[in-house]
């Protein structure tokens, strides 16, 4: 049976294997970013590692600048008024 303890030391074997430190904390935090760089939405990420509030999801995610440059020029207003093309980005 595969539990958080017996995870972790396989994680940790793998580390020392690759000469590489892993921790199952990096792995979470990637596969967070992954997940919203994928399109993946901040309140499916929360219930996805179990939490309660955001607080602690935003602990997981850090976003590059080149990240929120790509989710602003998605999700901004300014998409319904001009196209894309024609606005010059200021971020």
């Not at 396989?10 to 590489?20: D, F, N, T």
């Not at 970013?33 to 993946?40: C, D, P, S």
């Amino acid at each position: 049976m595969l539990t958080r303890h017996t995870w972790g030391d396989r994680i940790e074997a793998y580390s020392k294997k690759l000469e590489v430190k892993i921790v199952p904390y990096d792995l979470r935090h990637s596969f967070a970013l992954i997940f919203l760089r994928g399109g993946g939405n901040a309140l499916a990420l929360q219930r996805t590692l179990g939490h309660t509030d955001l607080t602690m999801t935003k602990r997981y995610v850090n976003l590059a600048e080149s990240d929120l440059k790509e989710q602003h020029a998605m999700a901004s207003p300014l998409n319904r008024l001009m196209p894309v093309k024609k606005r010059v980005s200021k971020l």
